[in-house]
């Protein structure tokens, strides 16, 4: 089954691939290397999905958040590849980063919500390291920011 076919049986519709805000890029190919910056949290309508996990979220809230910063890395992911999600070979590594309160230690659980749906659409080779980090602010005050790094074929 193709990724493309994996997303469609998932009913899975993935957001716009969004243009960078400030001086860097959204995407960067080195070698075999596809690099994603960032995705932040933003739900189904386009609005910021903010506040500190631990005082204002729960951790399933936090849960559906990194796993709406996964479907904005593979929209990133389809566009650098020329809409041919095909051309990946696996997932290498996820780096989540909970902005949460100082005595929240569920951010591997909250990161969960990146690593299952990327395993749900690439398989196997949606298998990845990870690191999953609390951290006291996120750009804009949102809740979780996901960056990637994929290898091509």
């Known amino acids: 089954m193709t990724y493309e076919n994996k997303l469609k049986e998932l009913n899975i519709s993935l957001p716009e691939a ?7 890029v959204a995407t960067k190919i080195i070698g075999k290397l596809l690099f994603i910056s960032g995705q932040i949290s933003i739900n189904e309508s386009g609005e910021l999905i903010k506040g500190k996990i631990g005082k204002d979220l729960d951790t399933e809230t936090g849960y559906n958040a990194a796993r709406r910063c996964a479907l904005s890395i593979i929209a990133q992911v389809k566009k650098a590849c020329d809409n041919d999600l095909s051309k990946i070979k696996s997932c290498i590594k996820l780096t989540g980063f909970v902005n949460s309160t ?4 569920e951010q591997p659980k909250v990161i969960n919500g990146a690593s299952d749906l990327i395993a749900e659409i690439f398989g196997d080779a949606g298998m ?5 980090v609390s951290t006291n602010s996120l750009p804009l005050g949102v809740s979780v920011e996901v960056d990637a790094i994929f290898e091509l074929n």
């Open 18 to 24: 969004k243009a960078p805000v400030g001086n860097y």
């Open 102 to 105: 100082d005595d929240f230690v």
């Open 128 to 132: 990845h390291t990870r690191a999953a």
